[in-house]
Structure formats: structure tokens, C-alpha cells
């Protein structure tokens, strides 16, 4: 990564592999070297080892060596690594356990719809071995049907997520491997699953003597119900009424009805919030803590009299020093590998802040941790810990922690800049610089800085941000893209099979209407008046569950690198009860479509 960002950007930094002889003679360090890589034994304890190292090179002017967990590429390799069987175990959990539940529901109602051809059977001699496995074996189909599509699916998106690995890490070799126990594991799953609502619901009809089955289901007894007391006289119509009394008789199938509707709604939410996750990042990251739209870093601390020339180049707004110190930070048994920020007071273009989103001032008495490094730490405010500086005299003060500060990229610290100056012993110096600038400026000065030999590089916000997309952001679009698509299928297979079964359920009741005279509109409304009191309470609790998911998601999904923000907006609820509604909408088209081609004397004929 190039100096002064915390984002990858191929395009403008690169690492160049040359003979080490010409490296020695263009850099003039014939026989010398700057850098060491050590490979231990199989089972070697490093910590010996780099304490060793580190007492033969402090003469040299070693600034530590580290171990490659500590090493910012390996870490953030690692933490996406991590992050990605973190994915591995909560999404399909949270998938199955919804698709298990709507399974068990859809399938256990229609095992029970079913219960009078079932008592027929049994009545004819059919053990109940044959039954049973006449409805595995449905279940059996459609779990292979599905997971033959669930299959391709995979290997397409498998496919997608690797070659997005290669524009990013670039490792040498990175190939889609689809393996067997994979297919087994989620096939043999996903049919455990359907199966368990099948024989819950058999157990209970099988159970039953064949004459007491085929009986129809005692009708229940409608009575004044509570809601009915909630609600004025003039609003209750007789078809209102009917809708009430169906839904107070029924409340478990109404229930279950309602929880599988809702559950649809936090999955549309699980796919869509990392657009709000990413939107809160930016916001946090490269508006409010990094307020400047350009940073230089020098090749050594020099001076701070230089921040006062950067503020007299055409087209500097501002400009303010900033130093950068690698420590370890140690608190009891934890020690922590990272750099000490140092800023001036009162500034302006770097301000971290708290969880409200409020500046914090960097106190000249202590250290500033971020919330992530705190918790590992294990420290609070006003605790005392070491600061161990890794570079020059290599000094070690313990100073208290004065705040903690709330940022989504990285674990960084924060000091006064004066302090950490008195911390190394090197002098009022700074190792960067962050400016505003005037933004038809930068190219010219982008250029002009890549000519001064006192500059080492220059950032500009602009184009981290376009890394940012490019890079990170369009990798975890690729993810959303996927969970985004399976929650959409799920909300829409949810309330679609709620108002099929519905229908199957209430099919003798509404043609029995229909004899009496009522027209295929008032049927209709009827059905769709419990429908539609499910799908408003479904959407309520989904949206007031959605919230508890995402914060759950967003916890194990944290890591050092990033921390992403369990943020849902306005849009991403919209979106989610739209999704919802429009598949109900599409549903009831379906059932109306059905009622009008009802059939009224064979459904009367199926009961005594």
C-alpha cells in the first residue's frame, strides 16, 4: 500500500523486483541491505527469535522485526480470509433456518389440507410406511430440483467471486474448486429440513383413526373477539367481520403466516445494507476524520517549518503537519503491533471522532485509541499502558488512555503532535502532511510535488476513493449482488406459497360463498383481507427484526481492517417492504385468477 493511505492502488504505486546487484549500485549500498526476511523451523516460537533480532540490529538502526500476522499485507489478506468464513457460516445459517421454516409450514398445511385422502387411504389398508414415503419422496424432488439450480447458481457466483480475488490480491494461483462434500452437506441440509415439517405434520393425521380423519376438520367457534372490541361499530361490515373472527379463530396458522412473511423482509434488508454500510464508511472515513483531499509523506521527519511552505504552494488551501511513529502498544499480557498519528491541536483536516459522530480533541497528556484496539487491548479511559517506539532511540513511556475514538478503517492511535515528538526525542519534526487544495489545483500540484526530492509520495482523496470502488467496494457489491438475489427469490417464494395455501385451505369455504350468492370480488376481498392484515404485520416485525440481524452480521463480519458500520437506511427499508408488497401484489393477481376458475361443485364435493 502506498504511504499515507490505508487502501490498495496498483495504479499508482507499484513494487519493482530488480537484480540485487544493480539495486546495490544504483542505491550505492554495494554488500549492504535495508530489509530481512527470516523462515523459521517448522514449531518455532517467534517471539525469541525476534527478540534476539531485534538486540543484534538495534545498533543498526533496526526498527523491529515483526512476525508476518503483524505485516499489513498479510493482515489484510487474513482479515478478508477470515472474513469469508465468518460468510461461510452465518449467511447459509441464516438462509437455511428461513428456508427450513417456510418449508416446514408450507409443507406441514398441505399435509394437513390433505388429511382426509390420507384417512381414505389408510381406511382402504395402506400402511403407513407407503405414506410416508409417498411425501418424502415429493420432498425428495423438489429438494433435488432445487439444488441442482442452487448448484449452477454456485459455480456461477463461486466463479464471480474468484475472478474478483484476482483483480484485487492478484495471488498467483486462485481457481474455483466445487466440492463434493459441499453439494452433499447442503443438499442432505435442505432435505432434513423439508422433511422434518412433512413428518411433524403426518405424525399428527397418520395418528388419527381412519373414520375420525376423514371427518371434516369441527368448524370453529366464531365468536365476538377481542378485536372486534378494539374497533368501532360503523367499521365492522359483515366482510370485515368474517376476515376478524377467521384470523382470531386460527391464531397459530396466522401466526406462522405472519413470522414467514416477515422473515422475508430482513433478507432483502441482509442483501441491500452494505450500500448503506459502504455510503456510512465513506462518510466517516473521507469526510468527516479525513477532511483533507490531498497528503504528502516525507522520506524522513524533517523540520515542521515545511508544513509553512506546502501552505504557500499555488493552490493550498491548508496544510498541517502530521508525524507517524511505529509502536507497540503493550497493557498487561496484550501488546499490539501499529503507528502513533501525531496531530497538531485544533486541527482541522484530520479529526477523529466518537460513536455520535462528534469531534473529539487530541489531548496533549495521552494516547487516543480507536474502539477496536481498545477492546483488544483491554483498556478504558484513564488507564495507563506502554508505548514502545520502534525507530531511533527506541524509548518506552507509559501514558494514559484519554479517549476513545470510533473509526471503519483500520486501528489507528492518536497523540498530540508535540507530545510524541517529546515520546521519540527527535524535535519539533513531521513526517507528513495533510492539505486542502484547491481542486483544479491538484493535477499541477500532484505533478509539482512528484519533483521535489523532499516529497516521497502524494495521496489524493479523489483517487483513493475511486481505489476504494474499484477495489474493496466492487468486491463486496459482487457478495450483495448474490444475497441480494436469494432474499428477492425468498420473499417472493414466501408470500407467494402463504396466498396459495391460503387458497387451498379456504377453497371450500369461498366456493360455499360463492353458492350464496356472493360475487367473485367479494370473495376475493375476503381472502385477501386476512392477506393483506398478515402482510402489514409481517412487514412491521420484519422491519423491527431487521435491525438485531444486521447488527449480529456486522459484528462477526468486523475485523482489523475494516469495521463495517451496521447501518440500514430509509432506502434499503423502502426497498425492502416494496419487494415484499409487489410480490404480494403478484400473488394475489395468481389467486384471484384461481378463484375466478373455481370450480364450485367439485370443491363442494370434496367434504360430506
Not at 344 to 367: A, F, T
Amino acid at each position: 500500500m502506498k504511504p499515507g493511505i490505508a487502501i490498495p492502488d496498483d495504479r499508482f504505486f507499484a513494487v519493482l523486483w530488480v537484480d540485487r546487484s544493480a539495486a546495490e549500485g544504483a542505491f550505492d549500498m554495494k554488500g549492504a541491505f535495508n530489509d530481512l526476511v527470516v523462515s523459521l523451523a517448522p514449531g518455532a516460537d517467534a517471539k525469541p527469535v525476534i527478540a534476539e533480532l531485534d538486540r543484534l540490529l538495534e545498533p543498526y538502526g533496526s526498527v523491529g522485526a515483526i512476525e508476518r500476522r503483524d505485516q499489513p499485507s498479510n493482515r489484510f489478506l487474513e482479515d478478508e480470509l477470515n472474513q469469508q468464513k465468518v460468510t461461510s457460516i452465518t449467511i447459509p445459517f441464516i438462509f437455511f433456518g428461513v428456508a427450513a421454516f417456510l418449508l416446514n409450514v408450507a409443507l406441514g398445511r398441505q399435509v394437513v389440507a390433505q388429511r382426509e385422502q390420507i384417512a381414505a387411504l389408510k381406511a382402504l389398508g395402506f400402511p403407513n410406511a407407503p405414506l410416508v414415503l409417498h411425501y418424502l419422496k415429493l420432498v425428495a424432488v423438489v429438494v433435488l430440483f432445487g439444488s441442482a439450480l442452487g448448484v449452477a447458481g454456485g459455480i456461477v457466483f463461486g466463479r464471480a467471486m474468484v475472478a474478483n480475488y484476482h483483480g484485487f490480491f492478484r495471488l498467483p494461483v486462485l481457481a474455483f474448486e466445487l466440492t463434493p462434500w459441499s453439494v452433499v452437506a447442503g443438499t442432505t441440509i435442505s432435505f432434513a429440513a423439508a422433511s422434518l415439517g412433512v413428518l411433524t405434520a403426518l405424525q399428527k393425521v397418520v395418528s388419527m383413526a381412519p373414520a375420525v380423519a376423514m371427518r371434516s376438520a369441527a368448524p370453529l367457534r366464531f365468536r365476538r373477539s377481542w378485536l372486534e372490541n378494539l374497533l368501532s361499530v360503523r367499521w365492522l361490515t359483515p366482510r370485515r367481520i368474517m376476515v376478524l373472527r377467521n384470523l382470531a379463530g386460527r391464531p397459530l396458522r396466522a401466526a406462522l403466516t405472519t413470522l414467514g412473511i416477515a422473515f422475508a423482509v430482513p433478507m432483502v434488508v441482509l442483501g441491500l445494507f452494505w450500500y448503506d454500510a459502504i455510503d456510512r464508511m465513506i462518510e466517516i472515513q473521507f469526510n468527516l476524520v479525513e477532511r483533507g483531499n490531498a497528503s504528502a509523506s516525507f522520506p524522513h521527519p524533517l523540520d515542521r517549518r515545511i508544513i509553512g511552505d506546502l501552505r504557500r504552494e499555488p493552490g493550498v488551501l491548508a496544510a498541517e503537519g502530521q508525524r507517524f511513529v511505529p509502536v507497540r502498544l503493550r497493557a498487561g499480557h496484550r501488546s499490539y503491533l501499529t503507528s502513533v498519528i501525531g496531530l497538531p491541536v485544533r486541527g482541522e483536516l484530520r479529526r477523529p471522532h466518537d460513536s455520535r459522530l462528534r469531534p473529539i480533541e487530541i489531548s496533549p497528556d495521552g494516547i487516543t485509541l480507536t474502539r477496536r484496539l481498545a477492546e483488544r487491548l483491554g483498556v478504558t479511559v484513564g488507564e495507563t499502558m506502554t508505548v514502545e517506539v520502534m525507530e531511533g532511540k527506541r524509548l518506552k513511556r507509559d501514558v494514559p488512555v484519554s479517549a476513545i475514538v470510533d473509526e471503519v478503517i483500520g486501528m489507528a492511535t492518536y497523540m498530540e503532535i508535540a507530545t510524541l515528538n517529546r515520546l521519540t526525542g527527535e524535535g519539533d519534526v513531521a513526517s507528513a502532511a495533510a492539505l486542502f487544495v484547491e481542486p483544479s489545483a491538484l493535477p499541477a500540484l500532484s505533478r509539482r510535488f512528484k519533483d521535489l526530492p523532499v516529497i516521497e509520495s502524494v495521496a489524493m482523496k479523489a483517487y483513493s476513493l475511486t481505489s476504494f470502488f474499484d477495489k474493496i467496494a466492487n468486491m463486496l457489491l459482487v457478495s450483495v449482488g448474490i444475497l441480494t438475489t436469494f432474499a428477492v427469490i425468498i420473499a417472493i417464494g414466501v408470500v407467494y406459497n402463504s396466498a396459495r395455501i391460503g387458497l387451498q385451505e379456504r377453497a371450500w369455504e369461498l366456493a360455499s360463498l360463492r353458492v350464496l350468492g356472493f360475487t367473485r370480488a367479494e370473495v376475493a376481498r375476503i381472502l385477501f383481507g386476512e392477506f393483506m392484515i398478515e402482510i402489514a404485520l409481517a412487514i412491521a416485525i420484519g422491519v423491527a427484526l431487521s435491525p438485531g440481524i444486521i447488527a449480529l452480521i456486522t459484528r462477526f463480519h468486523s475485523n482489523e481492517s475494516f469495521q463495517i458500520p451496521g447501518v440500514i437506511g430509509a432506502r434499503t427499508f423502502v426497498v425492502a417492504c416494496v419487494v415484499v408488497i409487489a410480490a404480494a401484489a403478484a400473488s394475489a393477481y395468481v389467486v384471484r385468477r384461481h378463484i375466478d376458475r373455481l370450480d364450485l361443485v367439485a370443491v363442494l364435493k370434496t367434504r360430506d
